[in-house]
């Protein structure tokens, strides 16, 4: 399904989505040409949407110049990001 990234941080990634998760579902987050997996943590209703806390687990990283922002920033708040 598609949402948005609302924060990206030490502790993992914070999406929004149409769609209720529960918190331990599994999930992979295709973002650019990179892919993200980690489980859900919270998942916190609000108006018309859900906004999921996710901790990241394993990050495949593509080669475009956004990837490697993201790769800039996993570097320097998780040791699980991989190129």
């Not at 948005?4 to 650019?32: F, H, T, W, Y």
């Not at 916190?44 to 999921?52: A, G, H, K, L």
């Amino acid at each position: 399904m598609r949402g948005r990234v609302d924060n990206v941080s030490k502790a993992g990634v914070c999406i929004v989505l149409p769609r209720q998760l529960a918190p331990g579902d599994l999930v992979e987050l295709d973002m650019a040409d990179s892919l993200l997996f980690g489980h859900v943590i919270f998942c916190n209703q609000q108006p018309d949407e859900y906004r999921i806390g996710i901790e990241i687990e394993r990050v495949l990283l593509g080669e475009t110049d956004l990837s490697q922002l993201l790769n800039d920033l996993l570097a320097t708040e998780s040791p699980a990001s991989a190129p």
